[in-house]
């Protein structure tokens, strides 16, 4: 009780507005959403980044899966410029094997029927990672 005394002293704004209804908010009691703003406010558990807080695996989830599609259409369909910005995009900042890790994983998922172990080595994966 006394850290919720000391929270609402160094939080005035956000605690006096969370404070002024003693009965509930958002179904939680006040005193935990002041715990929550001053947590929040000291970084102990601090907001994710961007906006799934895994934004950059979904990103990278995404490309990878439409790279290994654009590249079962025919060679004259295929739009090898945007094709070749999948690639840089995928590429940078991380390590060439992760990256034919990724492009393997969404093979096997847009081509289930087929033996995974195949899909990884076709992209130079060993059977470590089957």
């Not at 601090?46 to 079962?72: C, F, N, R, S, Y």
């Not at 995974?116 to 089957?130: H, S, T, V």
């Amino acid at each position: 009780m006394q850290a919720s005394a000391q929270a609402i002293g160094l939080v005035r704004g956000r605690a006096k507005i969370l404070a002024t209804d003693p009965q509930r908010l958002n179904g939680d009691s006040t005193q935990a959403a002041i715990d929550w703003a001053c947590r929040t406010m000291w970084g102990l558990p601090m907001p994710k980044k961007g906006i799934t807080g895994h934004d950059d695996w979904v990103l990278t989830e995404a490309l990878a899966t439409a790279l290994v599609a654009l590249e079962q259409l025919a060679p004259k369909h295929q739009p090898s410029a945007h094709m070749d910005d999948i690639r840089k995009i995928l590429s940078n900042g991380k390590e060439p094997a992760a990256v034919g890790l990724h492009l393997a994983q969404a093979k096997c998922r847009l081509f289930p029927d087929i033996d995974p172990l195949k899909i990884y080595r076709e992209y130079g994966i060993g059977e470590e990672y089957g």
